[in-house]
């Protein structure tokens, strides 16, 4: 098992940035891959942002390409999503999702291959 616990989000203005972090524990002496979500009222729940488990592999979506990054701390269970240049389309429910691999290269990228979620924080962008 393992538990994911978000933080991070807020309110912003267009422009502005946030730091999102995703403290994991429980079996986190297993390997891994990381991602986020995020779901905006109405719609589903959809890919941003992953990185394997080692942290040198990460993809993101086209929506965020350029604006995000996301990355690792494996030493404190740790992942976070930088997010800059934000719009109001950004604003959402952010989660964090593990997914158990035995490689530490892996990515995974939908909702159906990850095993752990957080509980989310809210992300508001005004315009």
């Known amino acids: 098992q393992v538990q994911l616990v978000e933080s991070g989000g807020g309110l912003v203005q267009a422009g502005g940035s946030l730091r999102l972090s995703c403290a994991a524990s429980?079996?986190?002496?297993?390997?891994?891959?990381m991602a986020w979500f995020c779901q905006a009222p109405g719609k589903e729940r959809e890919f941003v942002a992953a990185?394997?488990?080692?942290?040198?592999?990460?993809a993101y979506a086209d929506s965020v390409k350029g604006r995000f990054t996301i990355s690792r701390d494996n030493a404190k269970n740790t992942v976070y999503l930088q997010m800059n240049s934000l719009k109001p389309e950004d604003t959402a429910v952010y989660y964090c999702?593990?997914?158990?691999?035995?490689?530490?290269?892996?990515?995974?990228?939908?909702?159906?291959?990850?095993?752990?979620w957080g509980q989310g924080t809210q992300v508001t962008v005004s315009s």
């Open positions: 999702a593990a997914a158990w691999t035995f490689s530490g290269r892996q990515i995974f990228t939908s909702r159906g291959q990850f095993h752990y």
């Open positions: 429980g079996r986190t002496d297993l390997t891994h891959a």
């Open positions: 990185v394997s488990g080692s942290g040198g592999n990460t």
